[in-house]
């Protein structure tokens, strides 16, 4: 979720991420946690985008790229990470 300009500076440690879990417990957590099927983003299996846990890592620890969003589903995540920080 790290605004490109930050993904793109060598220098920028850090990235911006919302996680994602497999968890049924998460994804009964309402606006803030958004269904992914498998397949969105290079996913394997159906997954949750927890919108409540943005968090940063350090870019080291990606060592592996899945894929990308969707625009249909970078919007529904949007629409979590602004329920989840109130957002209008």
Excluded: Y
Excluded at 31 to 50: I, K, M, W
Excluded at 54 to 61: N, S
């Amino acid at each position: 979720m790290s605004n490109d300009g930050f993904n793109l500076t060598p220098a920028w440690r850090s990235v911006i991420v919302v996680p994602v879990t497999t968890s049924e417990a998460q994804a009964r957590r309402g606006p803030t946690a958004v269904a992914l099927a498998a397949g969105v983003g290079g996913l394997p299996r159906p997954g949750v985008a927890v919108c409540h846990q943005v968090t940063t890592l350090d870019r080291a620890k990606l060592t592996e790229r899945l894929g990308t969003l969707s625009p249909s589903a970078l919007a529904a995540v949007e629409g979590g990470l602004k329920a989840a920080l109130d957002i209008p």
